[in-house]
């Protein structure tokens, strides 16, 4: 198949800024187990942020990602600590009071773009937005390739963060597993406010990779955010390896749907929100989970 | 088959990587107590969970009256007349005491709706000694009435057979002398009762057949008496709650 | 606690509302009627999702498919000739249908999983309606022209809001408001006492679907032009949770008093061109509000500040 390549291509191009986008929503749940509907807002007010550096002061997008990403770290631990802390928390589990709250920090974000900027379509056009370059023998934009890039960069930085420091080995710990990382003496406080900022980081430097691709609205996000749901339901919800794992899978289908069959693009989303009923409904605990069955299958006596 | 009310026959459960029953077997006569005690960790709840529908054996079958029930639903069993209670309660704490055992009936092998339902409500109510909380929510009640209320609601379903979770957990002596006696009194009935228990004297003091597990396999099974002198029993519990003689002190 | 609507007093009042909302087309100018419309047409959305997200709990933001569904249903069989009223009771059974259709691999799940592949769903939805012709694309679809009659569609949905409201009584009073009250308190004990949770939930799904899509079609009925952004949108459907829960999730009155607070909002909104932008803002910040301080709502807080009252007398005679 001739188009095999393009689509393999695209495919690890884009996955690397689904995961991106992910591994903010993964690392809030995995901490708190919360599931932050804001997440879209925060991505929105990324690629806004972007802009308005990018209009006012002739920042190039990928730059300002220095300034979105530790300004956004700064909001996120300061709506935890305004915010989300007060929630009257149950121990086990996802709660209903938590997707609502931040649900309606979704909206109220929305509506703050709206006045800031107005919700008018905005969009970035750098030098290079319309150039394009070739990757093993496929053609793609050049701004894919930097987003790649940069959403390696900053999963590499995670992944280091996650391994050697002692921030990052807590919240290891306390995603695997709360009750034994309390009892170790990790202060939960602390670990959920800095995880609730790298998730906003991550979020908000999406938001910035994205603005270098798309054009955006104050509605943006909203089918970003169900791919991520869909990316971190196949990743497993707890796993951060996982969380790559799913956004290849997404990426890949995404790209042999437009490329090989007659579905339409706009049809697309249906697919990822499909998918995402799919996958809880039939493997819960993600492709880890399905793996890890496979391969009990394959070695069971 | 022979005519054992329930029968668990090589159910082996497997969580992952760690295999919580391995091949247990046993058979529970009709109107019997038949108790099951276990160091920590045995797989007695898993058993449990098992022979109610709670959790899927990995393998094995699980029979009550002869008819296969390990493949069906939670209240598909308590349908037949299998219920079990919870270890740690799980009452319904936004309603009433009155209405949780309600749910029961409603619910329970005998359906009972309505009208119906209040005189075996408040009958049960009565004998479980919850009738003075009886219009009280439930989330206020104390850890003994709701372990009471754990039984009350699932006699209210009308069972055959009655699972008890270690319905003793954190019960003083005498707490526990009535909880015996209330045991006798509904094998009386004509319940069939298994039942999980850490307090090694209560189970020999009720069961008529006691199983022993150790790490999810059948170790012992059999009289009380002939039981706790087994050996491997005897290994088992070495260094925790060693087995005594009646009336002897703990 | 509940709060109970069933002395002889609160029956009196709620019929002799439903008597001057019945009358109202006599009684007052067109203006308010149109308003009253809008407030009848709320109430039967919150009233219906009530029945599934408050008194089972599963939390839906899917509903505007079916108010799509069942404006669709009688916008196309009315443009293929068929009188509108008739097509309500197919609306409402294929409201329902599709309803158990995404229930039985949905309500697997638990909680937020639930909530978050019922926006998948809802979202799935409004797409399709998107792109497939025969729905008339996004342009949408118009009624026939000689199928408006204002007051009998007036009169049809304050009806269907007092069967909304009678229904959900009628429900929580039964078997299968116990099955449901159990069900949201704890779904594996209720398993364990006999109830067949899934069954449940979708009687009460199908129900309350049933219900919206008969509120689509009067919505097609009156506003004589449907599309996919009106119907299938992913505001609505977060309007439809929004009121209940700001009203009292779980209880009579709260989606009343939600679906009242909203209209009124809406209308005040829709007329001020300073807080239509704001309109975002607002219902965030309420769902916030709430979320933090009193999840029950206002009912939840009406019942506080009673509680509160009654404890004031005694603490005066111990001291």
């Known amino acids: 198949m001739s188009s095999l390549?393009?689509?393999?291509?695209?495919?690890?191009?884009?996955?690397?800024?689904?995961?991106?986008?992910?591994?903010?929503?993964?690392?809030?749940?995995?901490?708190?187990?919360?599931?932050?509907?804001?997440?879209?807002?925060?991505?929105?007010?990324?690629?806004?942020?972007?802009?308005?550096?990018?209009?006012?002061?002739?920042?190039?997008?990928?730059?300002?990602?220095?300034?979105?990403?530790?300004?956004?770290?700064?909001?996120?631990?300061?709506?935890?600590?305004?915010?989300?802390?007060?929630?009257?928390?149950?121990?086990?589990?996802?709660?209903?009071?938590?997707?609502?709250l931040l649900f309606g920090l979704w909206l109220v974000l929305q509506n703050l773009a709206y006045f800031i900027w107005t919700g008018e379509t905005q969009s970035i056009l750098t030098g290079y937005t319309m150039k394009s370059i070739e990757v093993l023998g496929v053609r793609v934009g050049l701004p894919l390739v930097f987003v790649f890039a940069a959403s390696a960069a900053s999963l590499l930085f995670l992944n280091l963060f996650l391994r050697r420091t002692y921030a990052g080995r807590a919240i290891r710990a306390v995603t695997q597993n709360r009750d034994a990382a309390w009892l170790s003496g990790i202060d939960a406080e602390r670990v959920s406010a800095a995880a609730f900022g790298i998730g906003t980081a991550f979020a908000g430097a999406a938001g910035t990779l994205m603005s270098t691709m798309y054009a955006f609205t104050p509605d943006f996000g909203r089918s970003f955010l169900l791919k991520a749901f869909c990316i971190i339901v196949l990743g497993g919800m707890e796993s951060f390896t996982g969380v790559a794992a799913g956004a290849l899978v997404l990426a890949l289908l995404e790209n042999a749907v437009s490329a090989w069959t007659p579905i339409p693009t706009t049809f697309q989303d249906a697919i990822s929100f499909t998918l995402l009923v799919l996958a809880l409904v039939l493997f819960p605990k993600g492709l880890p989970g399905l793996a890890a069955g496979l391969s009990r299958k394959v070695t069971a006596r | 088959m022979t005519d054992a009310i329930l029968a668990a026959e090589r159910v082996s459960k497997r969580f992952g990587g760690i295999l919580a029953l391995s091949e247990v077997s046993f058979e529970v006569q009709a109107g019997e107590i038949f108790g099951i005690i276990g160091p920590n960790g045995a797989g007695k709840t898993t058993l449990f969970g098992c022979l109610v529908g709670a959790l899927k054996p990995t393998s094995g079958a699980i029979r009550f009256l002869g008819e296969r029930i390990d493949r069906l639903a939670?209240?598909?069993?308590?349908?037949?007349?299998?219920?079990?209670?919870?270890?740690?309660?799980?009452?319904?704490?936004?309603?009433?005491?009155?209405?949780?055992?309600?749910?029961?009936?409603?619910?329970?092998?005998?359906?009972?709706?309505?009208?119906?339902?209040?005189?075996?409500?408040?009958?049960?109510?009565?004998?479980?000694?919850?009738?003075?909380?009886?219009?009280?929510?439930?989330?206020?009640?104390?850890?003994?009435?709701?372990?009471?209320?754990?039984?009350?609601?699932?006699?209210a379903a009308e069972p055959s057979v009655l699972c008890l979770d270690e319905v003793m957990g954190g019960l003083n002596p005498s707490e526990i002398h009535d909880m015996m006696d209330f045991i006798r009194?509904?094998?009386?009935?004509?319940?069939?009762?298994?039942?999980?228990?850490?307090?090694?004297?209560?189970?020999?003091?009720?069961?008529?057949?006691?199983?022993?597990l150790n790490f999810g396999e059948k170790i012992a099974e059999g009289p009380p008496t002939a039981v706790m002198k087994d050996p491997a029993v005897v290994t088992a519990y070495l260094g925790a709650e060693a087995p005594v003689a009646p009336g002897g002190v703990p | 606690m509940t709060l109970r609507i069933h002395s002889r007093r609160d029956t009196a009042i709620a019929v002799a509302a439903l008597l001057v909302l019945l009358a109202a087309p006599k009684i007052f100018p067109r203006g308010v009627v149109n308003d009253l419309w809008s407030v009848a047409f709320a109430i039967v959305l919150?009233?219906?999702?009530?029945?599934?997200?408050?008194?089972?709990?599963?939390?839906?933001?899917?509903?505007?498919?079916?108010?799509?569904?069942?404006?669709?249903?009688?916008?196309?069989?009315?443009?293929?000739?068929?009188?509108?009223?008739?097509?309500?009771?197919?609306?409402?059974?294929?409201?329902?249908?599709?309803?158990?259709?995404?229930?039985?691999?949905?309500?697997?799940?638990?909680?937020?999983?639930?909530?978050?592949?019922?926006?998948?769903?809802?979202?799935?939805?409004?797409?399709?309606?998107s792109g497939v012709s025969f729905t008339g694309g996004s342009s949408g679809l118009r009624m026939p022209a000689d199928s408006y009659d204002f007051v009998s569609n007036y009169v049809a949905i304050v009806?269907?809001?007092?069967?909304?409201?009678?229904?959900?009584?009628?429900?929580?009073?039964?078997?299968?408001?116990?099955?449901?009250?159990a069900v949201r308190q704890d779904i594996d004990a209720a398993e364990a006492v006999g109830i067949d949770s899934t069954r449940v939930k979708l009687r009460a799904h199908a129900i309350s679907a049933a219900m919206v899509s008969i509120a689509g079609g009067l919505f097609a009925m009156n506003f004589q032009y449907i599309a996919p952004g009106s119907v299938f949108d992913f505001r609505l459907s977060l309007s439809i949770v929004l009121m209940p829960i700001v009203g009292g999730v779980g209880t009579?009155?709260?989606?009343?008093?939600?679906?009242?607070?909203?209209?009124?909002?809406?209308?005040?909104?829709?007329?001020?061109?300073?807080?239509?932008?704001?309109?975002?803002?607002?219902?965030?910040?309420?769902?916030?509000?709430?979320?933090i301080f009193e999840p029950k709502g206002l009912v939840g807080l009406w019942m506080r500040l009673r509680r509160s009252v009654r404890r004031a007398p005694a603490a005066e005679i111990a001291a």
Do not use: C
């Open chain 2, 74 to 155: 939670p209240y598909e069993v308590v349908a037949r007349g299998v219920v079990r209670t919870h270890q740690i309660v799980r009452p319904f704490r936004e309603m009433t005491v009155r209405e949780n055992v309600a749910v029961g009936a409603a619910f329970g092998a005998g359906r009972r709706r309505g009208p119906e339902a209040d005189d075996s409500v408040s009958y049960i109510l009565h004998r479980t000694r919850l009738e003075a909380r009886a219009d009280v929510l439930a989330g206020t009640l104390t850890i003994g009435e709701l372990k009471r209320l754990e039984i009350a609601r699932a006699l």
């Open chain 3, 46 to 129: 919150a009233a219906s999702w009530n029945i599934l997200g408050g008194f089972a709990g599963q939390v839906s933001i899917g509903y505007s498919a079916f108010l799509g569904i069942g404006a669709y249903t009688t916008a196309l069989l009315s443009l293929k000739g068929i009188s509108p009223w008739l097509t309500l009771p197919l609306a409402a059974f294929l409201g329902a249908a599709f309803s158990v259709l995404i229930g039985l691999p949905t309500f697997r799940l638990r909680g937020p999983y639930f909530t978050i592949a019922t926006i998948g769903v809802s979202e799935a939805v409004r797409v399709l309606a």
């Open chain 1, 5 to 100: 390549l393009p689509v393999l291509v695209n495919s690890l191009l884009a996955a690397g800024l689904y995961a991106t986008m992910a591994y903010g929503l993964a690392m809030i749940y995995g901490v708190m187990r919360i599931i932050n509907l804001a997440h879209a807002g925060v991505m929105m007010l990324g690629a806004y942020a972007t802009f308005t550096l990018f209009t006012r002061f002739h920042m190039d997008p990928f730059l300002s990602l220095l300034v979105v990403v530790p300004l956004f770290y700064f909001l996120g631990v300061l709506v935890y600590r305004a915010i989300v802390r007060r929630l009257p928390r149950a121990s086990a589990g996802p709660s209903m009071e938590s997707l609502l």
């Open chain 3, 252 to 291: 009579i009155a709260g989606p009343i008093l939600g679906a009242i607070i909203f209209s009124y909002m809406q209308i005040k909104l829709l007329s001020s061109p300073a807080l239509r932008d704001s309109y975002l803002f607002i219902y965030g910040g309420l769902l916030m509000l709430i979320m």
């Open chain 3, 159 to 181: 009806l269907l809001a007092a069967a909304a409201v009678g229904i959900s009584w009628v429900i929580r009073g039964s078997s299968l408001g116990q099955a449901l009250a």
């Open chain 2, 185 to 212: 009194s509904l094998k009386a009935d004509g319940t069939t009762i298994l039942i999980i228990e850490h307090h090694v004297h209560a189970v020999v003091g009720l069961s008529d057949r006691i199983l022993v």
